[in-house]
């Protein structure tokens, strides 16, 4: 395959080695596909817990049990470039002929996370009592790559997954309100990684500087969204971790019920694009969430200082996520 980083058109940095053709790359990565466009790929977290070694921030914060937790996405496309990113932005991705239905792809994301933890159950390591229940997944993440709002049955997925009585977790950039207003999961995340335009074009690269505005349209639909709300901040050191006031003055447009800031890690194909020095500390973090707190009347409901994440609330609570009843 032709190398594209040969075209300089998009004004991006050539990468250092030659582009496989992109199934390969996603094997690569240690993603595993489901049905056509649809991925898997299990995080570190998931083989800490099968270990007994712990369990990530969503644990923690919502409940969420590592072991047990799908993450996936419906499609790898996506309308932004973000410099934080881990995925390989640089390499096109391409558009399907035909979508999956719903139905497929929660059967063969479920069949890729049984696949992809098989090793787990003949490890000396692992608890066998977490191997069995991680057969059983009951959270799906549908945020592993792309932007998940383009898959036009998303809707349809997210149910179809809560029949078979998963909890969901969707999340998306806010640039597709049509279908941010569509759906209903039972926590809601929606990224905002700048305080102003400037530094959205900088940081997210997005395809049209108008998915600005339309980032504000989906601020303000959530404010009446039915599903529990959460605006993730992801801070890169030098480029988007100033401003904390005008953060605060777009969430307010949101009103979630959480707000979770959190670094930039220096990941997968984002070394290439950043410094490891764009990585905050995770005090430094701390003292940019209290700022915005400050700024928006929430309170610090919690943080992780293994992940560089803080937690804020209106009331400085917490709460586990729960099925829809």
Same mark, same amino acid.
Request: hydrophobic share 35%; aromatic share 8%.
């Given at each position: 395959m032709?190398n594209q980083?040969?075209?300089? #058109?998009?004004?991006?940095p ?5 582009i &496989?053709?992109?199934e390969?790359l ?5 993603y595993?596909?489901a049905g056509s466009?649809s ?8 083989k800490k817990a099968?270990?007994?070694e712990?369990?990530?921030? +969503?644990?923690k914060f919502?409940?969420v049990? #590592?072991h047990?937790c799908?993450?996936m996405?419906?499609t790898l496309?996506c309308?932004q470039?973000?410099?934080f990113?881990w995925?390989p932005t640089e390499?096109?991705v391409?558009?399907p002929?035909?979508?999956?239905s719903?139905e497929?792809?929660v059967?063969e ?7 992809l933890?098989?090793g787990f159950?003949?490890s000396?390591?692992a608890l066998r009592?977490r191997?069995?229940?991680?057969n059983?997944?009951n959270?799906v993440a549908?945020?592993? #790559?792309g932007?998940p709002?383009?898959y &036009?049955?998303? &809707?349809e ?5 809560e029949k078979r ?6 999340v998306?950039n806010?640039t597709i ?6 759906v209903?999961?039972c926590?809601?995340?929606?990224s ?11 940081v997210?690269? &997005?395809?049209?500087?108008a998915?600005w ?8 639909l959530?404010k ?7 605006i993730?901040?992801t ?11 005008g953060y605060a003055?777009l969430i307010k447009?949101a009103s979630p019920?959480f707000?979770?800031i959190?670094?930039y890690m220096?990941?997968?194909f984002s070394r ?10 995770h005090?430094?973090?701390l003292e ?5 707190? +400050?700024h928006l009347g929430y ?10 994440v803080?937690?804020?609330s ?12």
């Open positions: 032709e980083n040969q075209d300089q #058109s998009s004004g991006k050539p990468l250092p080695f030659d &496989p053709d992109f390969t996603l094997k690569k990565q240690g595993a596909l466009h991925a898997v790929k299990t995080c570190l977290w998931l099968m270990n007994d712990g369990f990530c921030y +969503k644990g919502y409940g049990a #590592s047990r799908l993450q996405t419906p496309l309308n470039s973000c410099l990113c995925r390499v096109p391409p558009a002929g035909e979508w999956d719903p497929k792809i059967e994301s479920i069949a890729c996370q049984r696949k933890i098989t159950g003949g000396p390591n009592e191997w069995l229940e991680g059983d997944p959270n549908i945020s592993l #790559s932007e709002t383009m &036009p049955y998303l &809707p997925l997210i149910e179809e997954y009585g998963f909890t969901t977790f969707l998306t806010g309100p049509e279908m941010f207003a569509k209903n999961p926590q809601l995340y929606m905002l990684d700048a305080p102003d335009l400037e530094t959205y074009l900088k997210c690269q &997005p395809k049209s500087p998915l505005d339309k980032i504000s349209e989906s601020l303000a959530m009446e969204k039915s599903s529990r709300t959460v993730r901040i801070l890169v050191k030098g480029v988007n971790m100033f401003n904390p006031e003055e447009k019920d707000v979770e959190k670094a220096h990941l997968g290439l694009r950043l410094e490891r020095s764009a990585m905050p500390a005090a430094e973090v940019f969430s209290e700022q915005v707190a +400050k309170e610090i409901a919690d943080e992780s200082e293994i992940s560089r803080v937690l804020l209106k009331d400085g609570k917490k709460s586990p996520v729960r099925k829809k009843t």
